[in-house]
């Protein structure tokens, strides 16, 4: 069975599940960098949170479609 998105039903629930996942991963990430001292894990950090940030952009897109 698919929802007016195209996407199966468990597909749609695959898609949250990511999208929790990866929401719960970039706020981790942003707790640590503030607790982080080192500049190259800072920058390592910072590089995530923001591939995250796109990620979660486009999980949520799909999942509005």
Known sequence: ???STGLGIH????LH???M???NCLNKA????????DTELQQLLTQD???STEDIAQ??????R
């Open 1 to 3: 069975m698919q929802s």
């Open 11 to 14: 597909e749609k629930a695959e």
């Open 17 to 19: 599940e990511m999208l």
């Open 21 to 23: 996942f990866k929401t």
């Open 30 to 37: 942003r707790m640590m960098q503030n607790q982080v001292q």
């Open 49 to 51: 949170i923001q591939s």
């Open 59 to 64: 999980l949520e897109q799909l999942l509005q």
